[in-house]
């Protein structure tokens, strides 16, 4: 290990001691616990391993959830697992981080898209999905940010980028040295599978830990609930993306040929059956509401299927991205951490969400959530946001806060977690900020400067349009919201002052027992 390396891996270790090891004093928080302290300190460790990544970003998420297990859970080292320092975490909660529905959802959108790829579905939709735009520079552009986007939707970004790459490559080859329409091209590729990632809750990892943290709160979103708001989103931003690269990279020459090679597998038998597995999962999704089939059960669907008949194989599980439902787990592990050990509760009390304007909670939230997803994983970043967002939209949206008004007027719950979901995928500023965008970077043809350019404006167009949009213009059914946030009457009786913190907290104790207790 070089002598920079070491040093990113020894000043995280090197806080999270300081932050496990000073007394409960140090913070200011008066009802803090030494187990929360120590959350405190792991959630410090992670998120700034994430930011430095001296270590892959799945080990991470490994590491916190292993110490989450040794110091803060009822079944850890005997002298650090003494209930006399404060709440200790069931240590079955926080080992079903890696079994949790959300991973299966995602393990289930992997098989279909390893599915896809073996058996030349990729390339047929590919084919089909192009031929209509033609052979105008424009419209192979279009063409290129639509289908990428659509892919997105179900397939990871970075295998996206790196087919379409594959299909792109002899275009750009043909074109002239001096054709800016080059850099469109290939800023199309990150563009198109950043933003083709928010349609679908299983499209990218932030949307996944959004719904899950939803789902917690009680703001349980389905999988057609989130594709009808978010895909006509998608598609704004497309035509926007699409305008923003014309005039930025104008085309010079009249006429692009694409030549993406038809599949040479035959149709046969296991073809068919994944086409009409891949198609029938896809539809179950989108009909969730009517078939009450849950999102996360229908994923676990075409690993039957597939197993059954013999299509998806032993060497086939090894091309699912395990790193990347590890990661995952990691940010999950975390939000039982903060809510099981009560720190979610004591942050609240300490925190004055209750005197902080609403929009103001809005925006801050989501510029820090943006601004970190340029620099570290989108799926760290949420991973590290949301569990502690979700407690402050639960205590926003307290009937008793003062707050509720306004917030629940500005969508609630739903509205500010999805507005994280939206700003972690938006976040395309440079090489690092994603694969998709390393992979673009890799052509030689897109400097850092033009990424930049491109990206900060595509940012803060969807940015400002996914407040609104989330907020005023479609935002998501908050009946089943309104319904989890009243009181119960021993929360009720529990108000004495109208402190917006004090009565959040005191509502989320009584909500947290009594899931605890079943």
Not at 92 to 114: H, N, Q, R, T
Request: with cysteine.
């Amino acid at each position: 290990m070089d002598t920079k390396k070491l040093i990113k891996l020894l000043i995280p270790f090197a806080l999270f001691l300081f932050a496990w090891c000073v007394p409960t004093s140090f913070y200011g928080i008066d009802a803090l616990t030494v187990v929360q302290q120590r959350v405190i300190a792991m959630f410090l460790l992670a998120a700034l391993l994430w930011i430095f990544e001296p270590i892959p970003n799945w080990t991470t998420s490994v590491l916190v959830i292993v110490l989450s297990l040794l110091t803060v859970s009822n079944k850890g080292i005997g002298y650090f697992c003494n209930p006399d320092f404060g709440k200790l975490v069931s240590y079955k909660e926080i080992m079903s981080a890696f079994a949790d529905p959300v991973v299966m959802l995602f393990l289930g959108g992997f098989v279909l898209a390893i599915m896809a790829s073996k058996y030349g579905l990729d390339v047929t939709l590919a084919r089909i999905l192009l031929k209509p735009f033609g052979k105008k520079p424009k419209m192979v552009l279009l063409g290129f940010l639509v289908v990428i986007a659509v892919f997105s939707m179900f397939m990871s970004n970075t295998a996206t980028a790196a087919m379409m790459l594959a299909f792109l490559a002899p275009v750009l080859a043909v074109l002239p040295s001096d054709d800016k329409g080059k850099i469109a091209l290939s800023l199309a590729i990150p563009v198109a599978a950043n933003l083709g990632g928010i349609g679908t809750p299983i499209g990218t990892p932030p949307n996944a830990t959004a719904v899950k943290f939803l789902a917690e709160a009680g703001c349980e979103v389905t999988f057609g609930e989130w594709a009808m708001r978010m895909i006509p989103f998608v598609i704004i931003m497309i035509l926007v993306a699409w305008i923003l690269l014309q005039v930025f990279f104008p085309f010079k020459s009249k006429e692009v040929v694409l030549d993406i090679k038809k599949s040479d597998r035959k149709t046969d038998w296991k073809t068919i059956v994944v086409w009409i597995t891949f198609i029938g999962t896809i539809l179950l999704w989108a009909t969730e509401q009517w078939t009450k089939i849950n999102s996360n059960v229908v994923a676990l669907i075409p690993l039957a299927v597939l197993t059954c008949c013999g299509i998806f194989t032993k060497d086939d599980i090894k091309e699912i991205n395990w790193t990347v439902l590890w990661l995952v787990a990691g940010g999950f592990a975390l939000g039982t951490d903060l809510q099981g050990t009560g720190l979610a509760k004591v942050l609240i009390e300490a925190i004055p969400f209750g005197t902080m304007g609403v929009v103001l909670v809005f925006v801050i939230a989501g510029f820090v959530c943006y601004f970190l997803s340029n620099f570290i994983s989108n799926s760290a970043t949420a991973a590290l946001l949301i569990p502690i967002l979700i407690v402050v939209a639960e205590a926003m949206g307290q009937p008793e806060a003062a707050s509720h008004d306004s917030f629940m007027a500005l969508g609630g719950t739903h509205a500010m977690i999805s507005f994280i979901a939206v700003c972690a995928s938006i976040a395309m500023l440079f090489p690092i900020s994603t694969p998709p965008n390393a992979i673009a970077a890799s052509t030689g043809l897109v400097e850092t400067k033009d990424m930049a350019k491109i990206g900060i404006c595509v940012g803060a167009i969807a940015f400002v349009l996914g407040y609104f949009w989330l907020t005023k213009i479609f935002p998501f059914n908050q009946k089943e919201e309104m319904a989890q946030l009243t009181p119960a009457p021993a929360a009720v009786e529990s108000v004495v002052v109208a402190d917006t913190n004090t009565v959040a907290a005191d509502t989320l104790s009584i909500a947290a027992d009594s899931v605890n207790a079943q």
